[in-house]
């Protein structure tokens, strides 16, 4: 588990994080959303020791993080990063001896990660010569290569077209699995409300909101219902307490001012006809992001 207790850094006058304190939690995918200048990309390099903090610490597994745990983290930045003339595999085995593996470990590993980010037939030749969404693959590839304790990656799906965004969503959910915390950065929503475990949001340097991605969802509810009949459900737009937002026929989505008007609702709804779906909408991503970063 890496956890970030009150980090704060400033550039001069300008303060980028102010308090920043969240967790990331093995075996668990913690999505980490902000807009641009939120503070995203200073917080990881923070916790790659690139930045130092201001204030504020950071523990892994309960003890203060260490330069030498963090080389054996793997991290992938947002610019591209790898020798553009190199080959794709041996630029890969090279970062791997790099970590400490023998140079049959690193070639097996290399090979391995090529073939399941779908780069096998790919592997001798260069960087360069890569479409732009192959090389973020590559880059997943060099993250990966060592097995990495803690695994950090910065818009990790950008470029990416939809059939590579599913192979490397595999790659990273078995990598997961695996036990080991995994941070990334996505500016698209969607992927990450499909990909994560945990939710981190960040606006102006301070977190406002963290937590699992169920919780959150829950937590932000609105008070609002599908309603789903088997006959006309007309008659709720008359019940008190009752906001409809959408209808027809027998469904309605709407909002009440109370748990006991919506208990009301479902019990007229019973008595009334079939009711084949009644159940709060939650909402998405997107909606919790824009609601805790006004």
């Given at each position: 588990?890496?956890?970030l207790?009150?980090?704060?850094?400033?550039?001069?006058?300008?303060?980028?994080l102010?308090?920043?304190?969240?967790?990331?939690?093995?075996?668990?995918?913690?999505?980490?959303?902000?807009?641009?200048?939120?503070?995203?990309?200073?917080?990881?390099?923070?916790?790659?020791?690139?930045?130092?903090?201001?204030?504020?610490s950071?523990?892994?597994?309960?003890?203060?993080?260490?330069?030498?745990?963090?080389?054996?983290?793997?991290?992938?930045?947002?610019?591209?990063?790898?020798?553009?003339?190199?080959?794709?595999?041996?630029?890969?085995?090279y970062?791997?001896?790099?970590?400490?593996?023998?140079?049959?470990?690193?070639?097996?590993?290399?090979?391995?990660l090529?073939?399941r980010?779908?780069?096998?037939?790919?592997?001798?030749?260069?960087?360069?010569?890569l479409?732009?969404?192959?090389?973020?693959?590559?880059q997943?590839?060099?993250?990966?290569?060592?097995?990495?304790?803690v695994?950090?990656?910065?818009?990790?799906?950008?470029?990416?077209?939809?059939?590579?965004?599913?192979?490397?969503?595999?790659?990273?959910?078995?990598f997961?699995?695996?036990g080991?915390?995994?941070?990334?950065?996505s500016?698209?929503?969607d992927i990450v409300?499909?990909?994560?475990?945990?939710?981190v949001?960040?606006a102006d340097?301070?977190?406002?909101?963290?937590?699992?991605?169920?919780?959150?969802?829950?937590?932000?509810?609105?008070?609002?219902f599908?309603?789903?009949?088997?006959?006309d459900?007309?008659?709720?737009?008359?019940?008190?307490?009752?906001?409809?937002?959408?209808?027809?026929?027998?469904?309605a989505?709407f909002?009440?001012d109370?748990?006991a008007?919506?208990?009301?609702?479902?019990?007229?709804?019973?008595?009334?006809?079939?009711?084949?779906?009644?159940?709060p909408?939650?909402?998405?991503?997107?909606?919790?992001?824009?609601e805790?970063?006004?």
């Amino acid at each position: 588990m890496l956890e970030l207790h009150s980090i704060n850094r400033s550039f001069g006058d300008r303060r980028v994080l102010r308090d920043v304190s969240f967790t990331v939690t093995g075996g668990r995918m913690t999505g980490f959303v902000g807009g641009n200048g939120a503070g995203k990309t200073t917080t990881m390099r923070v916790i790659l020791g690139v930045l130092a903090p201001d204030s504020g610490s950071l523990t892994l597994d309960g003890s203060p993080l260490s330069a030498e745990q963090r080389t054996r983290f793997g991290y992938m930045p947002e610019e591209r990063g790898l020798y553009p003339k190199m080959k794709i595999a041996e630029q890969i085995v090279y970062l791997g001896r790099l970590h400490g593996m023998s140079p049959a470990q690193a070639k097996a590993s290399t090979e391995s990660l090529l073939e399941r980010l779908g780069l096998g037939e790919r592997m001798d030749d260069t960087v360069e010569s890569l479409s732009l969404g192959n090389q973020q693959r590559a880059q997943i590839a060099a993250a990966l290569v060592h097995d990495p304790e803690v695994l950090v990656l910065d818009e990790p799906f950008s470029g990416l077209d939809p059939i590579a965004v599913e192979v490397v969503l595999n790659v990273l959910k078995d990598f997961a699995a695996t036990g080991a915390p995994v941070l990334f950065s996505s500016h698209q929503l969607d992927i990450v409300e499909r990909l994560c475990d945990d939710l981190v949001v960040i606006a102006d340097g301070e977190i406002r909101a963290s937590g699992s991605r169920e919780g959150l969802r829950a937590q932000h509810t609105l008070p609002r219902f599908e309603l789903q009949l088997g006959g006309d459900a007309g008659w709720l737009r008359d019940e008190p307490g009752v906001s409809v937002l959408d209808f027809a026929g027998g469904y309605a989505l709407f909002d009440v001012d109370s748990d006991a008007t919506a208990q009301r609702v479902l019990q007229r709804a019973i008595a009334t006809s079939t009711v084949e779906r009644f159940a709060p909408q939650l909402p998405s991503l997107s909606q919790i992001f824009k609601e805790v970063i006004q």
